[in-house]
């Protein structure tokens, strides 16, 4: 309820007729997107490469919008993601949490998910919301683009970090906090994957498109291009 109740203060809100009754929704796919969705069963079988196991429905779903090429890619340069059951620790998951953030499981908000990248490792709580699974898999793409080992093509890429330091808005707050959250929140944004039970407000492209129209054409180039089927990972 408090998240339907957050939702109406969404500026692109929109009213649709639907038989007798109106539908008060966010503006999702009314801005033309590149990256179409891996079909169910095509996701099914890379999702569960990089989970090494039978995936969740819930999360077959959530990367299913990131297309077969970016699901490919992900298998192709080695990510794999870990559920993590509730009660287990993040640090016991990953020699390199347990060694740069070895008081993550302390802390006051533990997050629901991590990419390690030293591990190029999904980490994720078994009840993870979709976004945050898709998040974290963006940021398994963004390292994955790199031309570096152990890099983030958000660090290296000029034309992101000259649309980061000249952005006049951003799709939220959390995109703003540094380069690999602004390529993770846009590409979210941008893929339009969002969950009704966040208290975030849901991520549109049409935000991406007019809050922030350099890096729509970024991301946009990026699905558009091949760029991620032509791909080598380091
Ligand atoms: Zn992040």
Known sequence: ????????????????HSGDCTLVSEAFGAVPGAAPA????????????LVH???SSALV???AA???EALALAVRGGVRIKIVPSGRH??????????????????????AGLFVLEERLVLLRAGALRMAAAH?????????????????????????????ASASGF????????????????????LEINDDRSCWLPLTRKMLFTRDARMFQIVDALFRSGRLSRSRPR
């Open 1 to 16: 309820m408090r998240s339907a109740l957050r939702r109406l203060q969404g500026e692109d809100l929109c009213a649709y």
């Open 38 to 49: 891996a079909k169910p069963s095509t996701a099914r079988g890379l999702v569960n490469r």
């Open 53 to 55: 196991a039978e995936a």
């Open 61 to 63: 779903a959530a990367l």
């Open 66 to 68: 990131f297309g077969v």
């Open 90 to 111: 993040f640090a016991r998951c990953s020699p390199a949490v347990a060694a740069l953030v070895p008081d993550i499981d302390r802390w006051q908000a533990p997050p």
């Open 136 to 164: 974290e898999f963006a940021h398994a793409l963004d390292a994955l683009l790199a031309a570096r080992q152990r890099s983030y093509f958000s660090f290296e890429s000029e034309d992101i970090r000259s649309a980061y």
């Open 171 to 190: 799709v939220n707050e959390y995109a703003a906090s540094g380069l690999d959250e602004y390529f993770a929140e846009s590409v979210r944004a941008y």
